[in-house]
């Protein structure tokens, strides 16, 4: 009875490992495919770079997300046309489909 117990313990939990460390990924909600999530992790990484060369968004405080080629912008920047060259990059990088600029502007200044 005990080993019973025990081996339908060590089922359990085997299958419910691999559900509570995928429930968070995109891939694992079928939001995605893995093809997609690569896409999308390329395309946050070239507008990152971008943004860090380019002298006018000094890209440390932007975030940047993907998500099937949509793009999201957040964070900080420290003027208007910061703020608007940066959704330039953004659109003007390969694979992506629509940006959201969600940048803020320092307030108080």
Do not use: W
Not at 34 to 40: E, K, M, R, S, V
Not at 46 to 59: E, F
Not at 81 to 108: D, F, H
Request: proline share 4%; charged share 15%; net charge positive.
């Amino acid at each position: 009875m005990k080993k019973q117990i025990a081996c339908l313990i060590v089922t359990a939990s085997l299958v419910a490992i691999p559900l509570t460390l995928t429930t968070g990924c995109a891939v694992a909600q079928h939001r995605e495919t893995a093809g997609q999530y690569t896409d999308d992790k390329e395309i946050a990484a070239r507008i990152k770079t971008a943004l860090y060369a380019d002298p006018t968004t000094k890209g440390t405080e932007v975030s940047v997300q993907s998500l099937r080629g949509q793009v999201q912008l957040s964070g900080f920047v420290e003027s208007q046309a910061a703020k608007e060259r940066a959704g330039q990059i953004a659109a003007s990088t390969p694979g992506v489909v629509q940006v959201y600029n969600n940048l803020l502007l320092p307030t108080g200044r």
